[in-house]
């Protein structure tokens, strides 16, 4: 089934919420069910028939797996787009305002599917309303690990453009603890950081150890944001650092105490960006067990 069909047959829209789908399936079913067309025997049949679609179109938006809005025409490479002229007066597919062919994404809120597939022919959704199966929307934006097209990813130390759904695609539980080592990783650097800081106020060099905070909080956002290309500006940090190093016994200035309060509370909302992420995942690691 289809998921438009799927929305259809529920009477929903599209970036409706498991609640959403769970309540105007309840309500459905109530309303369709046999036993209120009494000794009917076609009435009976036609809800038993309804109701068994009804039953599908949720078990089909709960789990995200629904059939390709377009035609492969016997190959899983076909086109990843499909256009679907609008109609009146409620329209269709990606245009469910029905009397306008340029209503959807981006030219709206309405979400843009993008659909690619791996080398064994398996295909791979995104959405741009970031819900679970899709990458975060565009797919020449957002930095979700599952989109091939991601220029960046802040939660991991990985290269840009990751290239991983062509390959083998993570499950909820890879991403969890992919996410959980990044985590152990950035609180080593911020210990690290802070061991550096207290060291040098220890032996009277505070305005060293304050630099030396914001250096390495610097350095440590450029390799999350470029993983292994970060090496080829190594040497130009290192010399711009050298160059603004200040004095060893030097007073702790109004800038240097600006930059570090700076560093420090990009920390701060890292860890937070972590331990958010880190739930999100474990709902979806639930739902991932639940549905198995």
């Known amino acids: 089934m289809k998921k438009s069909e799927a929305l259809n047959i529920l009477g929903l829209q599209d970036g409706a919420s498991d609640d959403d789908i769970k309540k105007a399936h309840r309500k459905l079913v109530i309303e369709n069910h046999p036993d209120k067309f009494g000794a009917d025997a076609a009435a009976r049949a036609k809800a038993e028939e309804k109701t068994k679609l009804i039953n599908e179109a949720r078990d089909v938006l709960l789990s995200r797996n629904w059939t390709p809005e377009y035609s492969t025409a016997g190959t899983p490479y076909g086109a990843p787009f499909t256009y679907q002229p609008y109609t009146r007066p409620n329209g269709n597919g990606q245009n469910p305002q029905g009397d306008n062919p340029f209503a959807g994404w981006p030219f709206s809120g309405v979400d843009f599917v993008w659909t690619t597939w791996d080398a064994q022919g398996n295909p791979h959704t995104y959405r741009s309303n970031g819900e679970e199966g899709s990458s975060g929307g565009n797919p020449f934006g957002g930095n979700r690990a599952d989109n091939p097209f991601s220029t960046s990813n802040p939660f991991t130390g990985s290269i840009p453009f990751d290239f991983s759904p062509f390959g083998q695609t993570r499950t909820p539980e890879q991403m969890l603890e992919e996410e959980k080592r990044s985590l152990r990783s ?107």
């Open 186 to 292: 950035d609180l080593e650097v911020f210990a690290v950081k802070i061991a550096i800081l207290a060291a040098c106020i220890l032996f009277s060099v505070p305005a060293l150890g304050c630099y030396l905070y914001f250096i390495i909080s610097i350095a440590q956002g450029v390799y999350k944001r470029l993983g292994v290309f970060s090496s080829f500006l190594v040497l130009p940090l290192l010399l711009l650092a050298f160059v603004f190093m200040p004095v060893a016994n030097g007073p702790v200035g109004i800038i240097l105490i600006a930059f570090v309060a700076l560093a420090f509370g990009f920390d701060i909302k890292n860890f937070v960006d972590h331990g958010r992420h880190i739930g999100t995942l474990k709902q979806k690691v639930s739902h991932h067990s639940e549905n198995e």
